[in-house]
């Protein structure tokens, strides 16, 4: 994480950002003593939060995060949960949900979109607008400040390349408008760890509309006859280590098909593992355990998690 943000007093563009509210602002802040983490993951596992706010928009959700800051409580924000693996215990400490920030508006080439924008909301406004750059990060299930934090991508594009700039949350409360640069982007990663993204702003090319509507088709079609996209899943578990890929080298040693409890890994493709139903994060834990094991012990390789786990 980041620690020397620009000074919060000089950056206009965030200041003029924070006031543009929603306003369903006014609205109580959304809070559930105990909620179930399972109901907000895509592999339908994990315990419950001890805490759980659905804000319903920006500054509900920078009140929500000052709360919690100055009650100690630890403090996660959670998207649509794509890329999320929530132990059986749960979490200790306050779950923010990004679902009820939704404003996006697109203008002169750009998308301006809040945190809880799904990826397909975002990359439909570009196809109707004739905007291009998103296309390849089409069929990728999250929601945009998942995207960002984690660099979302696929081998050809990732999402820090159309990004202008984001504006975020830092943990001590200041909310800043940074460029890519600072937002020190890498293979599945960014240094904003520790603090939540509010928005982003996307650069993106004028193009023929039908041109875009038929390259997001050409991808999602790509990706759903290689990636298990109809089961429980949380995208790929594994990074890919440099110059190979986790699936091919997990495949081959014949790990297609392993089971611990509830939890296999794909016959499609094999560094997704799938939730056949009744899957626990302990089934889950143990199959990354055995893969990676297999991996080290017979080609020498550490595999690195893609997946975030609380
Ligand atoms: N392969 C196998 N067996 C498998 C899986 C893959 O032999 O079980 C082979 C494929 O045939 C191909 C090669 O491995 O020759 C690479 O496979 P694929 O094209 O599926 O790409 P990947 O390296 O496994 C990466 C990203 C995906 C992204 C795809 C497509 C990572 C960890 N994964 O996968 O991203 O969709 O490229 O661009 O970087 C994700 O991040 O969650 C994700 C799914």
């Known amino acids: 994480m980041k620690t020397h943000w620009p000074n919060q007093t000089e950056n206009k563009a965030a200041s003029t950002a924070q006031s543009q509210s929603n306003e369903n602002d006014r609205a109580p802040l959304g809070y559930a003593a105990v909620e179930d983490l399972s109901r907000h993951t895509s592999f339908g596992i994990g315990g419950p939060a001890e805490f759980f706010f659905t ?3 920006r500054s509900q959700l920078i009140e929500t995060a000052r709360r919690c800051r100055e009650a100690g409580l630890p403090t996660y924000a959670l998207g649509k949960g794509t890329n999320l693996l ?3 215990e749960g979490v200790k400490g306050a779950v923010i949900s990004t679902a009820g920030l939704q404003n996006i508006e697109a203008n002169d080439g750009t998308i301006t979109a809040d945190c809880g924008v799904g990826l397909p909301r975002l990359i439909a406004l570009a196809e109707e607008r004739g905007l291009s750059g998103l296309e390849p990060l089409a069929g990728i299930p999250g929601s945009l400040g998942g995207a960002i934090k984690m660099n979302a991508g696929t081998a050809s594009r990732c999402i820090a390349d159309v990004i202008k700039e984001i504006t975020l949350l830092t943990p001590d409360g200041g909310v800043f408008c940074i460029g890519t640069a600072e937002a020190d982007f890498g293979y599945r990663c960014s240094g904003l760890d520790g603090a939540i993204v509010l928005s982003a702003t996307f650069r993106l090319l004028p193009s023929d509309r039908r041109r875009v509507a038929q390259s997001v088709r050409a991808h999602w079609q790509r990706k759903a006859e290689k990636h298990p996209t109809t089961q429980a899943s949380a995208g790929c578990i594994f990074k890919n280590p440099p ?3 986790a699936g091919r080298i997990l495949d081959h040693l014949g790990l297609k098909g392993a089971v611990e409890g509830g939890a296999r890994i794909s016959e499609k493709h094999a560094n997704f593992i799938i939730n056949c139903g009744r899957a ?9 355990r055995r893969a990676r094991e297999a991996v080290l012990s017979v080609r020498g390789i ?3 998690l893609e997946i975030e786990v609380w």
């Open 55 to 57: 804000p319903a928009g």
């Open 86 to 88: 929530v132990s059986d």
């Open 243 to 245: 110059g190979n890929s």
């Open 280 to 288: 626990k994060a302990a089934d889950v834990k143990a199959l990354i």
């Open 302 to 304: 550490i595999l690195e």
